[in-house]
């Protein structure tokens, strides 16, 4: 029953065999917003400029971009060093080389100096009682070279290869303390940026016992899944334990979609695209018609052992992730959140038809109408649906703010910063854009002019505000004249 849109939902007959109560509900609703939204829109005279205003910097004119050997390279005229900018797309997602001339990031790499894209696999998974971790192992291995080591644990906890790809060069062979990085993410990638910046601090790679949180100068995200997400709920995902699969939803479509697809090793297609499962070995010649047949079943491969990476985005196991994953006193954060709902009457709606990406509006609309069981207990303690009913199509709002669920990590509005005041070490920064989930990646002129302003706010903080202190330059050049 929706009365307050003025319809009855049991005028509207629809036979749906999908394991949701609410779909009657979420189409009526859908139905009559189409026609509010896009009267609201009117009315309302919104606009999304009012929402970049905290990303308005200039741009740097003296700053020219250019492309050497897929990896883009900034000629700084006035002679500075350009600490490296890593790029971790998010779930789905793929780095340079994948998706022919497709750019994940519509470009945007081409706007700063020595910019890394990674390809880390669309569905391998985050962290899960912090064991060695497909993503960040592989980010660590990109930038330094060698052969990906998963850990003996994990690859014997989940009955995989404890090696992986090997890279014969790293991109950033010379990263330490004195040379760190930026991390930009999006959506996962910004937490597959905070499991490897822990996995640093606790010394975790062999042979690299001088590792240490202070390698990462900067973690920047953008859409980022901080908390977990309502979503995988709809999606699939049992709410009572944010980790199993309901018999009959989208995700079991995509959990058969994906083995087979790895099952039948198909070149052209896994240099075209990957979902990072190569170390099961799941190909038809290693597994056969019985690996396939035994994957499918849930007996073996990465969803019987929830070695993938949906689990992870529930509340439940992000709320676990959290009281893990530190934030670190001599790193910067920049967390920027994203919306595309309003408030009507009370309830939030999508606050746009035309703004919002075609394939995340419905989506859109069942994150608002999403509530938690009643009968379950809470996925963590303080959880209320109001909260989370502000989404972007893929993530809830609250979620991406900043780390605070099982609690809060140190925070402050971006926008309170005055003028050229500085950016603090150990605080997480945040502010809110209007726009969806896949509003700054893929199409860049679908952004528009929002793209330009809000890379080159990323961009010109790493090479001016986001610095090492005085006092580390000072010893890092003293190292380098001394060694």
Known sequence: ??????????????????????????????????????????????????????????????????????????????????????????????????LGTISYWAGAEKKYGRVLVPDLGSLT??????????????????????????????????????????????????????????????????????????MLANKEFPGYENASADWVLSITALSGALNGTTRVYIDGIQPEDGCTLKPLCLLQLLRVGALVYEWLDISYLKNYYSFGFDHYNLQWQKAGLIGLASSIAGYSGPFAT???????????????????????????????????????????????????????????????????????SLPFSGYRDADWQDNDGALNTISQLYPRFPFSHPNSLLDSLQGDQPLKRGLWYYTVLEADHIFFIIDRERAGVHFDVLYDSIFERC??????????AVKDASQALTG
């Open 1 to 98: 029953m929706i009365e307050w849109l003025g319809f009855q939902a049991q005028s509207i007959h629809l036979w749906l065999p999908l394991d949701f109560d609410g779909w009657r509900e979420i189409l009526v609703a859908f139905l009559a917003l189409c026609r509010a939204i896009f009267l609201a829109d009117l009315l309302s005279g919104r606009s999304i400029d009012s929402a970049f205003t905290v990303a308005s910097e200039a741009v740097n004119p003296s700053v020219a971009t250019s492309i050497d050997g897929g990896i883009a390279t900034t000629d700084t005229r006035d002679g500075s060093d350009v600490t490296p900018v890593v790029l971790l797309h998010g779930i789905f997602g793929f780095g340079k080389g994948k």
């Open 125 to 198: 998974i985050l962290v899960f009682l912090f064991f060695f971790v497909s993503s960040a192992c592989e980010l660590f291995y990109f930038l330094k070279g060698g052969t990906v080591d998963y850990g003996a644990s994990h690859s014997s906890e989940y009955g995989h290869a404890r090696f992986g790809r090997t890279f014969e060069q790293g991109h950033f062979p010379e990263w330490d303390e004195h040379r760190p990085v930026h991390f930009v993410g999006h959506s996962s990638g910004a937490q597959v940026a905070r499991v490897l910046q822990e």
């Open 306 to 376: 929830g070695d993938w990476i949906l689990p992870d985005l529930s509340l439940q196991a992000a709320a676990r992730i959290n009281r893990k994953l530190k934030t670190h006193p001599n790193t910067y954060y920049i967390s920027y959140a994203t919306q595309r709902t309003m408030k009507v009457c009370g309830k939030t709606i999508p606050s746009s038809l035309r703004g919002i990406h075609p394939l995340l509006l419905l989506r859109t609309l069942e994150m608002c109408l999403w509530r938690h069981p009643g009968h379950l």
């Open 463 to 472: 090479r001016k505000q986001m610095v090492k202190s005085t006092i580390q």
